[in-house]
């Protein structure tokens, strides 16, 4: 089953819809990587198929494929014109920087309780996880009334970047990095929070979540180290420390045999050279 938007509603489109906006580049834009990641994020896959007539205006637009790039490559087309200049690059952390608070905090708890960390421009651009429970930071979005989303239709097989369970063992969810985040609620024509949620599903109480709530200032005191222990007698030489788990996965990359991009707007019973682009 393809899916371009939740409940046949166009305000519910995985990349925004195209005919909301009136100029380009109409839909919000994703790599490659990030259309992999969002798809597994909700509990999916990216297509083998082009989906025609599913909605969202995408049959206007190539589309991201699970299929390998054909072999020999169907002949070259023309060039085409000159494209227009390339798309903004992913928003950053503003200067401000941005609140990363306790998935379980109440809303009327004090900002300084239901923080966690700072996320700063230039030094946690790449940064997913947070020194809270699971760690991992969650992502979830809010309408312009303040509504919560951490899934949709109130089911945990629909969560914004999967269910967190014990089972599934670190990082629990799906990692995204604050432009991520704000990316895949930009494509939900929703917003980065300014609480925390608690209780609207996917077990995120149990995880650090985003918000757009700029860091306090000044920020919260850091804890006091621990005073040193007392000086105890010499100690047999010890076992050296077990080895450190592997660093979690870079974001997955192309295939090496490649991706097709094929027409928004092909039939399923065209050819892979009449789709592809």
């Not at 996917?202 to 200032?217: A, D, K, R, W």
């Amino acid at each position: 089953g393809c899916f371009r938007r939740f409940d046949n509603d166009n305000r519910k489109c995985i990349a925004g819809n195209t005919f909301a906006a009136s100029n380009p580049p109409y839909i919000t834009p994703h790599t490659y990587a990030e259309a992999l990641s969002i798809c597994s994020s909700l509990g999916l896959h990216l297509c083998e198929t082009s989906c025609a007539g599913q909605g969202c205006g995408y049959d206007n637009h190539p589309v991201y494929t699970a299929l390998a790039c054909p072999s020999p490559p169907p002949p070259m087309l023309p060039p085409p014109p000159p494209s227009p200049p390339p798309p903004s690059p992913p928003a950053s952390i503003p200067l401000s920087g941005v609140q990363v608070r306790r998935g379980n905090a109440e809303d009327s708890e004090s900002d300084a309780a239901a923080f966690v960390t700072c996320l700063l421009p230039g030094v946690d651009d790449l940064t997913t996880t947070a020194d809270f429970d699971r760690k991992t930071i969650a992502t979830q979005c809010c309408d312009s009334n303040g509504g919560c989303f951490r899934r949709f239709d109130d089911d945990n097989s629909k969560c914004i970047a999967g269910e967190s369970t014990t089972a599934s063992g670190p990082p629990y969810i799906t990692p995204h990095t604050y432009a991520e985040a704000l990316s895949i609620c930009s494509s939900l024509e929703l917003r980065l929070c300014e609480k925390s949620c608690k209780g609207k599903g996917c077990s995120y109480n149990l995880h650090p979540v985003y918000t757009s709530l700029p860091c306090p200032s000044p920020p919260p005191p850091p804890s006091p180290p621990p005073s040193p222990p007392p000086p105890s007698p010499p100690s047999p030489p010890s076992l050296p420390p077990s080895p450190s788990p592997p660093p979690p996965s870079p974001p997955a990359s192309i295939p090496s045999s490649g991706v097709q991009v094929r027409r928004g707007n092909a039939l399923d019973s065209e050819s892979d050279v009449a789709a592809f682009v």
